[in-house]
């Protein structure tokens, strides 16, 4: 497949990429843009840790083909939430409450839960359960995650 | 050979201190007094011997202020560097901003064993910490040499020496050596601390990197030049095949393919983008050779072929012991096979370097020396040409104590004379990695008093290694045997929660069943029967957690027992609370209560977060988790197929820390102590909440319906 010439709306910035229009997002940002915030699970779509938010909804970037982001829409990676020194309420909370142990499936429920307490600002945790129930987390860290989502929401 | 210290000290571009230490006669192993001092000031251990001695870990002080410290122990999520972190930053007091951690790079860091068994924090963390404290001592000597100054006048604090009372400090360790290493030994067992390690609940280090996506795995590194590489899955399982023949014409005409190769019986393709290897192994012809086994490949073939490996445990005389019983009671149970499914796949990136040399290879590894081991191996290089750096990994869990991607990708590296980086993917390391804990079919037979004590265990392990039943209960007669079909073309891995996972899912269950058939309450039949009365006691805290004589159960609700013993001194208890949807045949666990008795906790934070999700691992195995084989092939692929818990899996979750069965001696690590004891929990509340007992692992809700249906 021929490469094209795409423009790419990345964390508020306009990038400029050439690439197959069927390359999987995840490796445009990872190769491309250099944003290796975002992870390598699974290839399949079943793990969340690819995931990024794509006008403010969770796509699973390993099975977006660049050319569907390549439209004008925003596209928003674990680089745009926050940064060392910097970090997003939510972010915060994570840190605050250990929600992690290797840290690999971190950026994917962060993407997850920006996206969920964007549109219900205070989920019960039945409500947090379902919205982060695509995410994997091998490690184990679930309960912690939540009660980092629970904290951040109640400082909200 | 490797580095000499000169060099080593060279390497860090400073005059200092440096400190080697190492544990003798062993830890938490043997007891043993200790009697040689520490090495003088103004002597030093020769400089020209080589870096790497058997279970040494490092020390340096130097420039100024700065304090680096070398393990080759790995970050794997359990928090080491935030334990290291903590335990140094106090025993020297330190700020965290002053200490550097290096982990797992062979060029600048000793062998000091494969990070597994839960056992850093109890060796390497403990052992800096009774470091750091010798270090003080020897520091204040030295200084008061430098100073001329009485030792008596002076002391440790803050990172340094100064006079006693008065608030400045005169000098730094790193001004007091120029240069030379003190080699100490240390018996943990000897040493009497004189200060007392207080767990301040530092937040996990690598936190802020983790939470923005910036610490660096080996997948986010990049080298100029750098190449993607894959394999071709065979269509049979690699051990039962051979290629035969491979057409990679059409794969190495995809532009963005650099090579397709074959290696060692292996079809690699070799691209400049990772799509682009995917797109070409889409294109791989081969023909393999169909294996003789037959498709179908049920476990009992396992135990027909089967050969003794081991007798794991004997003491008294088993057939006496039965013959004395007033109850003997037979079981088979049957386990499956389990994935690690850590989610950064296997990964690795090798570069030659010096024209062809040398080779840099950063890993994802339990065992850095290790992989530099392989690698120097399978590559017919010299040891002293490898260098291997660990990053973090995403996971690993016993998988990547020896992964054979770190040498598979220094060796496509060498053949196309570029950077390469080597993915496995999913399905990869399902079916080319191929590394499970093994299925098993175990046979408990027991001998009990009428009265409930067990006076004869008699346990027939096929198909891997069987053990962690010592130190548990108190059984004069015992006979642990393990078999293993050597054919079997699934090799064993080390997965967490120990290889003994399968062993006490029999064994807990089958105790719970000798206590139904006595009339004897599980709890009070355990208590009968546990060896030691700290073991009693974190049982007796989970069971007042959850309610154990009060809880209101509902219908078709249990709950249930299991305990561990991990090594001689983890102690480990959970109950479990399940529900039973006869209809659905699903198993809700809605409470889980633990207790370890462990020691002293170096960071909350780490211990508590590493526990639940053993806890989690508790809950796949039992419940959800296995590896379908189909005789020739794995056939699971995807996570879709291998069913880890999710957040809806996971319970309300209690857990506490005691610290009855040898307080004062420090951390004794507990990362894979809960999975045990929680499946076991859970597999006993089943029964107490139906009425019937599940033998074989995963209890799925199919396996539940077709039960409970015909009832």
């Known amino acids: ?10 964390n508020g910035s306009l990038r400029q990429v050439t690439a197959e229009l069927d390359e999987p997002l995840l490796w445009i940002l990872r190769d491309d843009l250099g944003l290796t915030g975002t992870k390598f699970g699974c290839g399949s779509g079943e793990c969340g840790a690819c995931s990024v938010l794509i006008d403010g909804e969770v796509y699973r970037s390993c099975r977006v083909p660049v050319a569907y982001a390549a439209m004008g829409q925003k596209i928003v990676t674990i680089e745009g939430i926050g940064s060392v020194g910097n970090l997003s309420a939510l972010q915060r909370a994570f840190v605050d409450h250990t929600a992690f142990c290797c840290g690999y499936c971190t950026p994917g429920m962060i993407i997850t839960a920006t996206a969920l307490l964007g549109k219900n600002p205070h989920p019960s945790r039945e409500e947090i359960i379902a919205a982060m129930d695509h995410n994997l987390c091998r490690c184990g860290s679930y309960l912690n995650i939540i009660e980092a989502i629970e904290a951040a929401a109640e400082a909200s | 050979m490797n580095l000499t210290r000169r060099q080593f000290i060279a390497s860090l571009g400073s005059a200092g201190l440096f400190y080697a230490f190492r544990f003798t006669p062993g830890i938490g192993t043997q007891t043993g007094s200790f009697e040689a001092p520490l090495a003088p000031p103004d002597e030093s251990v020769c400089l020209d011997t080589p870096l790497e001695i058997d279970y040494t870990d490092w020390i340096a002080f130097g420039p100024g202020d700065k304090v680096t410290i070398f393990t080759g122990r790995t970050e794997l999520g359990q928090g080491l560097k935030t334990v290291l972190t903590a335990i140094v930053t106090q025993g020297l007091e330190i700020s965290q901003e002053n200490l550097t951690v290096v982990l797992g790079d062979t060029d600048l860091c000793p062998d000091d064993g494969v990070t597994s068994g839960s056992s850093s924090t109890q060796t390497v963390g403990w052992g800096f910490w009774l470091a750091c404290l010798k270090i003080r001592g020897d520091v204040v000597i030295r200084a008061s040499r430098f100073l001329s100054i009485p030792v008596e006048e002076l002391e440790f604090r803050q990172g340094g020496v100064g006079l006693k009372g008065e608030a400045n400090l005169l000098v730094n360790p790193a001004e007091l050596g120029h240069g030379e290493v003190s080699f100490m030994d240390i018996d943990p067992k000897a040493e009497k601390s004189g200060k007392t390690y207080t767990d301040l609940k530092i937040p996990n280090v690598n936190a802020e990197a983790i939470v923005t996506g910036s610490l660096t795995y080996v997948g986010d590194i990049k080298k100029d030049g750098m190449l993607y590489a894959g394999w071709a899955t065979p269509p049979y399982h690699t051990r039962l095949t051979t290629l035969k023949s491979a057409d990679l ?48 490949m ?16 004997q003491q008294g005389d088993i057939n006496a012991g039965l013959a004395a019983s007033d109850l003997v009671v037979s079981e088979t149970y049957t386990t499956q096979y389990i994935a690690h499914a850590q989610l950064e796949t296997d990964i690795s990136l090798a570069k030659m370097e010096n024209g062809g040399d040398k080779v840099t290879v950063w890993v994802s590894t339990q065992y850095a020396a290790k992989a530099k081991e392989l690698i ?32 598979e990708a220094a060796r496509l590296a060498r053949l196309v004379k ?27 037979t027991s001998g009990v008093s009428s009265a409930g004590k067990i006076l004869a265990r008699k346990v027939d392990f096929y198909q891997d290694v069987a053990d962690g039943t010592k130190y548990t209960y108190d059984i004069p007669h015992v006979l642990v045997k393990a078999y293993r079909d050597t054919n079997w073309p699934i090799s064993a891995a080390a997965t967490r929660g120990t290889s003994y996972v399968q062993t006490c899912f029999a064994t807990e269950s089958h105790i719970d069943s000798l206590a139904h058939r006595l009339g004897i309450d599980p709890l009070e039949f355990r208590r009968k029967n546990i060896l030691s009365q700290a073991l009693v006691k974190v049982l007796d805290t989970c069971a007042e957690m959850i309610g154990y004589d009060n809880n209101d159960l509902e219908q078709d609700e249990g709950i249930g027992l299991g305990i561990i013993v991990h090594g001689a001194a983890q102690l480990g208890a959970a109950a479990a609370k399940v529900a039973v949807d006869r209809t659905s045949g699903k198993i809700t666990v809605k409470h889980v209560c633990a207790a370890f008795d462990i020691g002293t906790v170096i960071n909350q934070n780490t211990a508590l977060v590493g526990l639940r999700g053993g806890i989690a691992w508790g809950i796949g195995f039992i419940l959800s988790e296995e590896v379908k084989l189909n005789g020739h092939r794995v056939e699971t692929e995807y996570f879709s197929q291998y069913k880890i818990p999710r957040f809806s899996d996971i319970p309300p979750i209690d857990i506490v820390f005691l610290d009855n069965y040898a307080p004062g001696t420090g951390p004794r690590g507990c990362g894979e102590m809960p999975v045990i004891p929680t499946l076991c929990a859970i597999a006993n509340a089943i029964y107490n909440a139906v009425g019937v007992r599940f033998y074989s692992t995963p209890i799925t809700p199919d396996k539940v319906k077709k039960a409970l249906g015909s009832i």
């Open chain 2, 298 to 313: 049920p476990l009992e073939e396992a135990r027909a072929d089967a050969t003794l490996i081991a007798v794991k445990e």
């Open chain 2, 376 to 407: 120097a191996a399978y590559l017919k290089i010299p040891h002293s040409s490898v260098r291997v750096i660990a990053q973090p990994a995403g996971g690993a869990f016993g998988g990547k104590q020896a992964n054979p991607v770190n040498p």
């Open chain 1, 1 to 10: 497949m021929a490469k094209k010439d795409l423009t790419l709306n990345v």
């Open chain 2, 418 to 444: 570029a950077p390469v980086k080597l993915i496995y993917s999913r399905k990869d390391q399902f079916q080319i990695r191929s590394h499970f804990k093994a299925a098993g079919i175990i046979e408990v």
């Open chain 2, 249 to 296: 014409s059409a794969v190495r005409a995809l532009p963005g393919v650099k090579s397709a190769e074959v290696v060692q019986g292996m079809i690699a393709v070799i691209g400049e983008r990772y799509s682009d290897v995917l797109k070409g192994l889409d294109l791989v012809q081969a023909t393999w050779s169909v294996p003789s086994r037959p498709k179908e």
